[in-house]
């Protein structure tokens, strides 16, 4: 079953907006990643936050995990054109034996930004 | 650049046809996976091998098989696909595999199967 699912599934907005995307998941973690993919690439790896931490930032980029709610939130400040792409959050399974640790992805929210 | 390089970049083949994808990190990674991205569905796990060793296998079919030769290098080995197996293939890494560092993808393989 799908652990992250990400809301909204599409979002679009003009530059120099910002961006927010937010992430569910169902069991407890000890960390949450959010990972980018441009159309037909690989992802890239954006930001980790542990468990233990409430907020982080990196760039223009800022993580948020409320483990009360078991969910997670992406902000992108002042977007950019460049910023077009789809946002996956994972998270890795606490389950143990051969789950432990894998990485299970959401469907994405695919942003886009307008110049 | 991620340092996973993924080849080829994209690959027809027919159904009958035998073919292989490669996958290679130089990270210094133990820990890589096969995923399978579909459109309009999330990413599913295929395959993950830890210090070269299969630890898992995603109920995925026999005309799938991977080998990882080496902690540098991981195949998957396609044969007698069906149209639906058209996704992109992207190989990933990490440093462990217990979830705790982030995982480095390729490029990945567009395969369509004709």
């Known amino acids: 079953s799908q652990q992250g699912e990400e809301d909204p599934q599409a979002l679009s907005i003009q530059e120099g907006e910002n961006a927010t995307m937010n992430c569910s998941y169902k069991t407890s973690i000890n960390n949450l990643q959010w990972y980018r993919q441009n159309s037909g690439r690989g992802l890239v790896h954006l930001i980790l936050?542990?468990?233990?931490?409430r907020e982080k930032h990196s760039g223009r980029l800022r993580v948020t995990l409320d483990t009360s709610k078991k969910s997670s939130s992406l902000l992108i400040t002042a977007s950019r054109a460049a910023d077009t792409a789809s946002y996956f959050c994972?998270?890795?399974?606490?389950?143990?034996?051969?789950?432990?640790?894998?990485?299970?992805f959401g469907q994405g929210t695919i942003l886009t930004v307008h110049p | 650049e991620t340092g996973v390089t993924q080849t080829p970049r994209h690959l027809v083949m027919g159904m009958t046809n035998k073919k292989s994808l490669k996958c290679e990190q130089h990270l210094g990674h133990n820990a890589m996976y096969w995923y399978k991205q579909s459109a309009k569905k999330p990413l599913e796990l295929m395959f993950v091998y830890n210090f070269k060793e299969q630890t898992e296998n995603n109920s995925v079919p026999s005309r799938f098989s991977p080998e990882c030769p080496n902690s540098s290098h991981l195949f998957l080995h396609l044969h007698t696909l069906q149209p639906e197996d058209s996704a992109l293939y992207l190989c990933?890494?990490?440093?462990?595999?217990?979830?705790?560092?982030?995982?480095?993808f390729g490029q990945g393989t567009r395969l369509t199967v004709v």
């Open positions: 994972a998270t890795p399974s606490s389950a143990g034996g051969t789950s432990y640790g894998k990485l299970t």
């Open positions: 990933a890494s990490s440093q462990n595999m217990g979830g705790n560092t982030e995982a480095f």
């Open positions: 936050i542990r468990s233990n931490e």
